[in-house]
């Protein structure tokens, strides 16, 4: 789960407004005509987890505390974190794949970065007019990337 299907679910329990300022318009628009697979779409968010984790990677949309297990760690860290996360030069015992803070923002390249602690940044700036990134992970390991953006047919590194 991501921070802004967060605010979409916050703002339908009535608990925060935030989605109307972060998605609200587009997201409507985009369901115009089609409420059941609105529905649909929002029951699938309500059970999205926060991370997923296996031997070697932890997946994240924007950070974790390295200090605490997985289990404990802090809802908005995962979906909001951004400098306490992308400073922190202790690497863990797995990579952190994440994304919500844009390399447009930290490198102002399109491209994948890693952290001082070697963790791993995918949100290339599609939003911005970069690229939209996915990892390849084969065997365990880091084998590369794909992007594609607006109108380009996608590209293997």
């Given at each position: ?81 951004r400098g306490e996360f992308l400073d922190n030069p202790e690497p863990g015992d797995k990579k ?62």
């Open positions: 789960m991501g921070n802004h299907e967060d605010m979409l679910l916050c703002y339908l329990d009535n608990t925060s407004d935030s989605w109307l300022y972060n998605g609200y318009r587009d997201t409507l628009r985009s369901y115009a005509g089609k409420p059941e697979v609105f529905r649909d779409d929002v029951e699938w968010m309500r059970n999205l987890p926060l991370y997923y984790e296996d031997e070697k990677f932890i997946c994240v949309h924007a950070g974790i505390d390295l200090s605490r297990p997985m289990p404990e760690q802090d809802r908005d860290t995962m979906l909001w974190a952190v794949i994440f994304g919500h803070t844009p390399s447009l923002m930290i490198t102002g390249s399109d491209l994948p970065f890693f952290t001082a602690g070697d963790h791993i940044g995918i949100d290339t700036g599609c939003v911005f007019g970069g690229a939209l990134t996915a990892l390849i992970i084969e065997d365990g390991e880091m084998a590369g990337y794909r992007q594609v953006r607006r109108g380009d047919a996608p590209r293997h590194v």
